[in-house]
Nanobody, 126 residues
Framework: QVHLVESGGGLVQAGGSLRLSCVAS????????MGWFRQAPGKEREFVAA????????YYANSLKGRFTISRDNAKNTVYLEMNRLRPEDTAVYSC???????????????????WGQGSQVTVSS
């Protein structure tokens, strides 16, 4: 289990940007595949993006390609989600997740990740 803490959420106007951060407690952070998911009220949890343990590969939900960027800094035990040109439909609780670094088999779902953060609220106003 990895302890994950997200930050950076908030209220932003449509068209604006936010960057979410997720700090992991594990000393072996660089061995984990990391992902971001989101869940809007009344909807199922939705995959957003994932990044390989060494940062060498990324994978995105098709609908978010070009607007969202996942990255990581293994020296800081941190994964980021840069969100641009935000829309009201991006409003959700965003959670980071950690999964086995030896598995990189997109597409990804919640069952591919074993540790989860508490989530960070992102609200996009129109």
């Amino acid at each position: 289990q990895v302890h994950l803490v997200e930050s950076g959420g908030g209220l932003v106007q449509a068209g604006g940007s936010l960057r979410l951060s997720c700090v992991a407690s594990a000393a072996t952070f660089s061995s984990y595949t990391m992902g971001w998911f989101r869940q809007a009220p009344g909807k199922e949890r939705e995959f957003v993006a994932a990044i390989k343990s060494n940062g060498g590969s990324t994978y995105y939900a098709n609908s978010l390609k070009g607007r969202f960027t996942i990255s990581r800094d293994n020296a800081k035990n941190t994964v980021y989600l840069e969100m641009n040109r935000l829309r009201p439909e991006d409003t959700a609780v965003y959670s980071c997740a950690a999964g086995p670094g030896n598995r990189w088999l997109p597409p990804f779902g919640p069952s591919d990740f074993g540790s989860w953060g508490q989530g960070s609220q992102v609200t996009v106003s129109s």
